[in-house]
């Protein structure tokens, strides 16, 4: 598809991830998830917009005392569920869906004002109050995803009708913020218009997309700070913005300047993310670094095994340091999606492994644990333990009640947000400049690239996650030089190489996390990797006080749990020895075919303690069977324990 415009290239050490309508994905792993989310998930979605009155908002036929009201978020349910099924328009060609999506963009541009103004909320609800509280309301954040919606779409289809929207809305949004006379010099609460406005200049070619996206990132946290000002005309009292508060929307400080990740998780991945975006695009080292700062001291002292972030409901975000509570961590789904797009915008700049390690390890489990296995029920939070709540079943007070997940939330944005992290996902897994290819992910299927004006076709045949195995084969007109760069993921210990039979690894081991062959490629070519793919224990940090004692299980890039449904006895009295050898075990018929870990654990008996609470003799240890299973597939049985860390024994 030809971009609208032109526009300078960044810097020559900018990468550019292949996209994803020129990967295809066929492995028995990610295809069928991709095809439930085509089939099953997007279509139910798009139902659910429409009962719950998302949809019929853009009508603008709201009246006072009409229910339910339209919410100052639900333009952004709206918009990533067209951007999904854009998405998937893109891969799999679908009328019924294309003229859908028709429909809905001709109802949405009805909604659009005079002056490009598009809000479903304060256009019918409270038109007297726009944009006069940017901390609490989210128009901007709105007004971010139907950018990224009609870019999208605009990509998938060549239709313009809702780029053309989009840009009016920037348009008109480039005259109310900024630095000039008469502007507002304000931002959101909850960022995303920042990376949405980088897209929309990476299509268009307009510098002025750009350049307001940079406005939005480098107001930030700037004084006399915005919301104190806007909260004063709106006649609150003075000095009720607290520190607490500025750090919840990351707006404590310059960006520049901000070396901790504080406050709510996915405002802050939407943020980061846009900071490399723009780091990358301005060739800024002073941003990137601000980047990398934030980058350490989220993944060394705030991110679960699972990838998960964000510990606390409360704030649902960030604590204090090593604070990573497991039953009532938080984990939202959105947030491991923004980190997942942190990080691949990160290995644009730089192409070291340690951002494709995080961002391949919340994909492949704090992420897709999100979405059910019939592909129609959510976590929007992600424990990494579940126990009898204190609530007992509606109806039912003799029933236990765990976690569960559910059909739908009133705030609803995990949702679409999977549904297009599901519908895109060829994107994350290779990048290229002139002279070479680079591959982050290992999905078997093909990837189409070109390279210095020649056309490169890689063959993949693999079954990752399972299995460490992976071949790849190369197909092009002519022979061509280029560095072909392979990911040897950080829990790999051990792998060989090979190139047409002949070894390929000098033994200096991997730069920054990737093996690099730079040689004159021919059509034919077949490099073998091969990672060990053994069952390891993981020890947190002794700081993590939640976890001392005990273990987690993980092979390859899979992190497993314990759930009651594998086991007779309760999960929370297993104990796992420190002998105790596990064993991969593959079983076609669960959960969707997934490999098992099996083996032999102890747990504590309870037997003598039916009238005592406690007693100065320890319990008995029995032996018993232990199956752990991925952590992703979690909750897709019958209700019950769930647990990722085991105390050893």
Not at 399 to 422: I, T, V
Not at 442 to 466: C, H, K, N, S
Not at 623 to 637: D, G, H
Request: charged share 25%; proline share 6%.
């Amino acid at each position: 598809m030809k971009r609208e415009g032109k526009r300078k290239m960044a810097a020559t050490t900018v990468y550019r991830p292949v996209r994803f309508d020129r990967v295809t994905i066929d492995d028995r792993f990610w295809a069928p998830k991709i095809e439930l989310n085509r089939a099953v998930t997007i279509p139910t979605a798009y139902d659910k917009c429409k009962e719950t009155g998302r949809i019929d908002a853009f009508r603008q036929d709201w009246k006072p005392g009409q229910e339910p009201v339209p919410h100052v978020f639900w333009d952004s349910d709206v918009a990533k569920w067209i951007e999904a099924a854009s998405f998937s328009l893109a891969t799999t060609p679908d009328p019924a869906l294309d003229a859908q999506l028709d429909e809905l963009i001709v109802l949405i541009a009805s909604a659009q004002q005079e002056d490009g103004y598009l809000n479903t909320h304060y256009t019918a609800v409270e038109p007297e109050n726009r944009w006069t509280n940017l901390r609490d309301n989210h128009e901007l954040y709105c007004a971010g995803h139907l950018i990224e919606a009609a870019v999208a779409h605009y990509e998938a289809t060549g239709k313009r009708g809702l780029l053309q929207v989009a840009c009016r809305y920037a348009d008109y949004i480039g005259t109310v913020f900024g630095t000039g006379p008469g502007q507002k010099r304000g931002y959101c609460g909850h960022e995303e218009i920042e990376l949405a406005l980088v897209k929309l200049y990476r299509t268009t070619g307009e510098p002025r997309y750009l350049q307001l996206g940079s406005y939005f990132v480098e107001e930030r946290g700037r004084e006399p700070h915005y919301f104190d000002l806007e909260a004063a005309q709106r006649g609150e009292e003075p000095g009720r913005l607290t520190h607490h508060v500025r750090e919840y929307s990351q707006s404590h400080k310059p960006v520049r300047e901000q070396d901790r990740v504080v406050g709510h998780s996915v405002r802050a991945m939407y943020l980061y993310a846009a900071m490399a975006d723009l780091a990358a695009e301005q060739d800024d080292d002073s941003l990137y670094a601000a980047c990398e700062r934030l980058w350490t001291h989220l993944c060394t002292k705030h991110m679960y095994l699972t990838g998960g972030i964000g510990a606390s409901a409360a704030n649902e975000g960030f604590t204090n340091d090593y604070e990573l509570p497991n039953e009532t961590a938080y984990c939202e789904t959105c947030a491991s999606i923004g980190l997942i797009m942190w990080n691949h915008r990160m290995l644009q700049r730089r192409t070291d492994g340690k951002y494709a390690d995080v961002m391949e390890r919340v994909l492949y489990n704090g992420a897709i644990s999100g979405i059910s296995m019939d592909g129609k029920q959510y976590f929007y939070g992600n424990p990494l333990a579940s126990y009898r709540t204190s609530v007992p079943k509606r109806g039912d007070k003799t029933m236990p009640d765990y976690y569960r997940r559910s059909d739908w939330f009133g705030c609803s944005c995990c949702p679409p947000n999977l549904s297009r992290l599901l519908a895109s996902l060829g994107q994350y897994a290779y990048s290229t400049r002139a002279d070479e290819l680079v591959v982050h992910l290992y999905m078997q299927g093909e990837a189409e690239f070109d390279l210095d004006g020649r056309r490169v076709r890689v063959i993949v045949e693999t079954d990752y996650p399972w299995d460490g195995d992976i071949r790849l084969r190369l197909a092009m007109d002519e022979p061509t030089r280029f560095a072909l760069k392979l990911r040897i993921p950080g829990w790999c210990e051990a792998y060989e190489l090979a190139v047409n039979g002949s070894p390929a690894a000098d033994g200096a081991g991997p730069e920054r996390g990737y093996e690099s062959i730079d040689r004159e490629w021919s059509a034919g070519d077949e490099i073998r990797l091969r990672l060990h793919m053994p069952v390891e224990r993981v020890y947190a940090h002794p700081d993590v006080r939640h976890n001392i004692g005990h273990a987690a299980l993980q092979r390859g890039p899979l992190v497993y749990c314990v759930e009651q449904a594998d086991h007779d006895v309760p999960v929370r009295s297993l104990l796992l020895p420190r002998e105790t050898e596990l064993a991969p075990v593959f079983e076609p018929e669960l959960l969707g075919g997934v490999v098992t870990l099996r083996g032999s654990a102890v747990c504590a008996d309870r037997g003598g303690w039916e009238h005592t609470l406690y007693r100065t003799s320890r319990p008995l240890l029995t032996a018993c069977a232990i199956t752990a299973v991925p952590y992703y597939s979690w909750a897709n049985r019958e209700p019950g324990e769930m647990k990722v860390w085991l105390p050893e024994s």
